[in-house]
């Protein structure tokens, strides 16, 4: 207990030390597994705050607050400085070769720099007072940074604070690519998906009747459906003429698309849509003549059960 206490004590002390006077207190080195056990010795109470005001001023956002206070301390604010650690001893040191010192002393630095979050961020259920003092922290974190790279990595303040930016710079130019990436190849799979469904609404009816599913019956009440992931089906139906209402659901595919064809090879009625369960798409003419309903479906990715096109009259 009393080894508990001192324990307690000692890091509190220096966290102390390291808010006010970080020129000194930021010089003292301790390893990964030290620099951890520092950081959780002075997080837990803060975070036992966090949660007591959680409960206080949660309102009807008691669970989500209790997540996010627990979270952030427990989880994200150390894994956070392992990454952004990690970057910057990348960058830093192994592109541009600015210092010699280890990795356990960039992450000792961050360690550092988050003792003014820790302790201000368990605030956060109190939202007006929450944001001034988490914006002033996270100031007060960047000053602290600066002083302790300085420190531990045996550069000028002006140098720490040059690779802090440089460090931050090219990490948000990679984090825009990989998302420029990501983007590109979703903006892709749309207008590949809108190819294909234009491509089929091209095709003759003839060819698409080839692969009917479905008996001939009255466009009147004629339902086609498909559990199937990026497929096509297709049903014939005959109708006297008049007003179609028309339903879609992409279903489990996540998407579906939509063509209804008459034997005169004339499209009446075409339409793509994310839609998961059944929704209306209004109505439209159509002349009497034999049809071709034809359904895709997508990628999978959603819900409602199978994908399905249903015409009532």
């Known amino acids: 207990m009393d080894n508990a206490l001192a324990t307690f004590t000692k890091a509190y002390k220096n966290a102390i030390e390291v808010m006010i006077h970080p020129g000194l207190a930021t010089k003292t080195q301790m390893g990964i597994a030290d620099a951890l056990k520092f950081y959780y010795t002075i997080a837990l109470i803060p975070m036992l705050f966090g949660v007591l005001l959680s409960l206080i001023f949660g309102s009807h956002h008691i669970l989500f607050a209790l997540i996010v206070v627990v979270a952030l301390y427990l989880v994200f604010f150390p894994i956070g400085a392992f990454i952004n650690s990690g970057i910057y001893h990348i960058i830093i040191k192994n592109l541009f070769d600015v210092y010699k010192q280890e990795y356990s002393a960039a992450f000792l630095a961050y360690i550092y720099s988050l003792v003014p979050v820790v302790f201000f961020f368990w605030v956060f259920p109190i939202y007006i007072l929450a944001f001034v003092l988490i914006a002033v922290s996270f100031l007060w974190s960047f000053i602290v940074l600066m002083i302790a790279i300085s420190n531990l990595l045996s550069m000028s303040r002006l140098k720490a604070f040059g690779t802090i930016l440089l460090s931050d710079i090219i990490l948000y130019l990679i984090v825009y690519v990989i998302a420029s990436i990501i983007l590109g190849v979703l903006v892709f799979v749309g207008l590949f998906n809108l190819f294909s469904f234009n491509s089929l609404n091209e095709s003759s009816s003839p060819l698409v009747a080839a692969h009917s599913s479905a008996n001939y019956t009255s466009c009147?009440?004629?339902?086609?459906?498909?559990?199937?992931?990026?497929?096509?089906?297709?049903?014939?139906?005959?109708?006297?003429?008049?007003?179609?209402?028309i339903s879609i659901a992409g279903g489990?595919?996540?998407?579906?698309?939509?063509?209804?064809?008459?034997?005169?090879?004339?499209?009446?009625?075409?339409?793509?849509?994310?839609?998961?369960?059944?929704t209306s798409f209004g109505s439209f003419y159509a002349p009497a003549q034999k049809y071709t309903l034809i359904l895709s479906t997508g990628h999978g990715g959603g819900y409602c059960g199978p994908a399905i096109v249903k015409l009532s009259s």
């Open 220 to 245: 009147g009440n004629f339902t086609l459906l498909d559990n199937r992931f990026s497929n096509t089906t297709a049903g014939i139906c005959t109708w006297n003429g008049g007003t179609l209402n």
């Open 252 to 278: 489990d595919s996540g998407y579906a698309s939509v063509a209804f064809i008459g034997s005169n090879n004339k499209t009446y009625f075409s339409q793509g849509t994310t839609a998961r369960c059944l």
